[in-house]
């Protein structure tokens, strides 16, 4: 079986971690019976390499922003020469752009075709105008061009055909997988953490994991948190993604107007969150936005448990193992982080929470039960 996947880019993201995953799973469980290739819209990126050394061919169209119309052009003609060349089985696009681009397939390949929606909903103060336009566009396609339309939260399909028009029928719900092998609790990496970031064993730490961008609700969170460490004095904030530093000015503006200069860390982007979520005690997440939040599932592999907005599948995915805020203001935040704070001094109920997290994930989003989704819905 030829399979041919269409991404934006291989960087390190959720949408481009769960494709390196799918990829892996289906090398491993079929080795040479899938040949796998994977096209970019943009060149290099974190997953690249890693794809590669398993056997997977990696191409990228190397479309920029100046790009002008005339070279798009000849990349959509360089994109459909090399479909009908290579007469791929399937054609599985990644978001919204590459939905966009499968339009100028060959009509023939079109039950091919297979569309993959990574976001809950768009809007005007949280997206990009072009993505909005560009899924409105796809939407109005959607009856048309692909065979079927997998998502992956309840509330995205919801959103897609409720608002952007996406076709009823085509739909596929298909969560993401995680493995135990990648994600784990560890003692030892706990450890090696907070001995490197000086925490004391009487330490609170919420942890962060995520880029800066509006629609993850990061300032909220700081504030809350700010009114927290009012009553605590043993609680700290450990945050990493991309753009969390103080070269940030929004970020350094509430740094230091709100005198948490004290009370969180600002790591920067990690290559490897396992210790992370190993060294801290609570993962927090405040979006407003998410289709299904996969730090959430990576933290409770680890045995860490989460607090979080109702933002995607987020309730889904925690269950009863950790602690939902259904308002996302920072009063909300600042009340439901305290009554967490105060379910983690009952170590009973703590221990309780911590192993039940982990073995919710293994059972219910294994990486295996993902893989086997795609290749049934590819196939039937």
Known sequence: MKVLHIINSLKKGGAEGNLYRLCDSHKKKYKNRIDIIIITLLSNGYYEKKLKKKGIKVFSLNIEKKNKIFEFIKTIKSLREYINKNNTDIIQTWMYHSNFLSLFINKKFHNKIYWNIRHSELNFEISKKTTILVSLICGMFSKLVPHKIIYCSEKSIKFHEDKHFYAQKKKCLINNGFSHKSYYYSKELR???????????????????????????????????????????????????????????????????????????????????????????????????????????????????????????????????????????????????????????????????????QKYIKKNFSVESMADAYLKHWIY
């Open 191 to 357: 450890s090696k953490f907070r001995i490197k970031n000086k925490i004391n064993k009487k330490d609170f730490i919420l942890g962060y994991a995520g880029r800066y961008s509006k629609q993850k609700n990061i300032e909220a969170l700081l504030i809350g948190f700010s009114r927290l460490i009012k009553k605590y004095d043993n609680i700290y904030l450990y945050m990493a993604g991309k753009d969390i530093n103080l070269k940030n000015k929004k970020l350094s503006y509430i740094y230091k107007n709100y005198n948490i200069q004290e009370k969180v860390i600002f790591l920067d982007e990690q290559k490897n969150l396992l210790e992370f979520y190993n060294g801290i005690d609570l993962l927090t997440l405040t979006s407003h936005s998410e289709s299904f939040p996969n730090v959430i599932a990576e933290s409770m592999l680890c045995s860490t448990p989460v607090f979080s907005s109702d933002a995607g599948c987020a309730k889904k995915i925690i269950y009863n193992y950790g602690f939902v805020t259904f308002k996302n203001d920072i009063t909300s935040i600042h009340k439901g982080l305290k009554k967490t704070i105060n379910v983690s001094s009952n170590k009973i109920k703590w221990k309780f929470l911590k192993q039940n997290s």
